[in-house]
């Protein structure tokens, strides 16, 4: 059974730090790309970021530019999102997804989301 399972989630103050997590399980993590994406109250779920360990490629999209990087640890089957300088448009529920390769056109496997606050 394919299970992701994001979690670091919180409140923070603006500018502030956080680090998500995606831990996997039930697909052969090296074969798989995983991606983090969002979604605000009242707004269409965007893509956040995406890293392939097919090919080792990552690619950041405008929300995570500058500011987020997404890393993997392949022992642990997990990868991680760590978001510095946090804006209160940041606000939203984090979700990781995995498919064999990044798509902005959707990803085949979903877990629950993680919720990320931002204080102004």
């Known amino acids: 059974e394919v299970q992701l399972q994001a979690s670091g989630g919180g409140l923070v103050q603006a500018g502030g730090s956080l680090r998500l997590s995606c831990v996997t399980s039930?697909?052969?993590?090296?074969?798989?790309?995983i991606s983090w994406s969002r979604q605000a109250p009242g707004k269409e779920r965007e893509g956040v970021s995406c890293?392939?360990?097919?090919?080792?490629?990552?690619y950041d999209l405008d929300p995570a530019k500058g500011r987020f990087t997404i890393s993997s640890d392949i022992a642990k089957n997990t990868v991680y999102l760590e978001m510095n300088s946090l804006k209160p448009e940041d606000t939203a529920v984090y979700y990781c997804?995995?498919?064999?390769?990044?798509?902005?056109?959707?990803?085949?496997?979903w877990g629950k989301g993680t919720l990320v606050t931002v204080s102004s």
């Open positions: 997804a995995a498919d064999f390769w990044c798509s902005t056109d959707g990803m085949k496997y």
């Open positions: 039930g697909f052969p993590f090296n074969d798989y790309s």
């Open positions: 890293i392939s360990h097919r090919d080792g490629k990552k």
